[in-house]
């Protein structure tokens, strides 16, 4: 049986760090209704692991209908489990990958934070009383957990490595933090929350609709807090996400079990 994965990011810089962290080659191009594209990387002739990369689009709501569709095209033609499989898990993990907002000092700029959790920060209603979650209100989720094993092996790769990281929740926001006091906000409302991305929750809703095992992994490119581009170091971070991703393809992704 084959090890199959399924990596989402919201741009193809992001993309592009991810694939080439894989170390599987060149990756073969693979369309998707409504025009996005799957980079199908596969360790051939060997043939353990199997790993598709998606560019899903800046935000939640795009993100969640681009990993969704990669999950439903790949549970109805067996492209992702195979025609033998259970419609239910066209893939043994989803990932939600790229750059972030790192909460100071818990994840400094050019480490990475890896999920705990992945949580929508703002899913809910303001109130006289203090924000209320979208559960709290009785309308669903706003966490997605990750299965702590998962958690501790990724983390454990990164710490036998010497790469600097981090384990907590990651945010999902629809309005990225620029200020000190919306910071603090959150760091308040979310004890613990290492980094902010934009896209994590959007693609762990996908994952769970079809019971698929979910995780985020962040590198830190700036601090969440007032917006200040100078300091940020996207290229640092770029390099520390293709890095990780170098690691993991020579250890959790082929200790999965197989799909």
Known sequence: MVHRILIVTAVAAEADSVSA???????????????????????????????????????????????????????????????????????????????????????????????????????????????????????????????????????AVLAAAGLPHTVGPVLTVSTVTGTADRAAELAGRHPGAAAEAMEGFGVAEAAGAYGVPVAEIRAVSNAVGPRDRAAWRIGDALHALRHTFELLSKTVFLELEPS
């Not at 894989?22 to 051939?44: F, I, K, M, Q, S």
């Not at 353990?48 to 939640?60: F, K, Q």
């Not at 033998?84 to 898990?89: I, Q, T």
């Open 21 to 155: 962290g894989l170390g599987l080659g060149a990756p073969e191009p693979l369309p998707l209704p409504g025009g996005l594209v799957l980079r199908r990387h596969a360790d051939a002739p060997e043939g353990r692991v199997r790993i598709d990369v998606l560019v899903g689009g800046v935000g939640p709501a795009a993100v969640a209908a681009s990993t969704g569709t990669a999950l439903a095209y790949a549970a109805l033609t067996g492209t992702g489990s195979g025609a033998s499989a259970s419609a239910s898990a066209p893939y043994g993990l989803v990932v939600s990958a790229g750059i972030a907002g790192g909460f100071q000092p818990l994840a400094p700029l050019g480490s990475v934070v890896v999920s705990s959790a992945v949580v929508a920060a703002d899913l809910g209603a303001q109130t006289p009383d203090g924000y209320l979650t979208v559960d709290e209100l009785g309308f669903g989720r706003s966490s997605h957990p990750v299965p702590e094993a998962l958690t501790g092996r990724i983390s």
